[in-house]
């Protein structure tokens, strides 16, 4: 079993900046990659990011590249997405999850678990 509990969200302006945070427990965290997903109303979750267990292969949307990064601290157990340069699009409900078998792909189906989420607000 793994826990994840997301934090960092709120409303900020276009132009702004978050850092969302994910805490995990239950497992060895430097077991797992660990990805970040998003859900805008009426539309479907989408990727935004994802790790692997080392922290050496990322990957990222189109969409966020160049504006966000992803990174993570075993030592902490937290998986942690900067976002720059946000834009209103960006708005949305932030979830992170957790792959124990991959290298934290833009396939939702290839994760575990999930948090709850985390909601960003991004107004223009």
């Known amino acids: 079993q793994v826990q994840l509990v997301e934090s960092g969200g709120g409303l900020v302006q276009a132009g702004g900046s978050l850092r969302l945070s994910c805490a995990a427990s239950g497992r060895t965290f430097s077991q797992y990659a660990m990805g970040w997903f998003r859900q805008a109303p009426g539309k479907e979750r989408e990727f935004v990011a994802g790790i692997n267990w080392i922290g050496n292969v990322e990957s990222f949307t189109d969409s966020v590249k160049g504006r966000f990064s992803i990174s993570r601290d075993n030592a902490k157990n937290t998986v942690y997405l900067q976002m720059n340069g946000l834009k209103p699009e960006d708005t949305a409900v932030y979830y992170c999850?957790?792959?124990?078998?991959?290298?934290?792909?833009?396939?939702?189906?290839?994760?575990?678990?999930w948090g709850r989420g985390t909601q960003v607000t991004v107004s223009s």
């Open positions: 999850a957790a792959d124990l078998r991959g290298l934290g792909s833009g396939d939702p189906n290839e994760y575990d678990y």
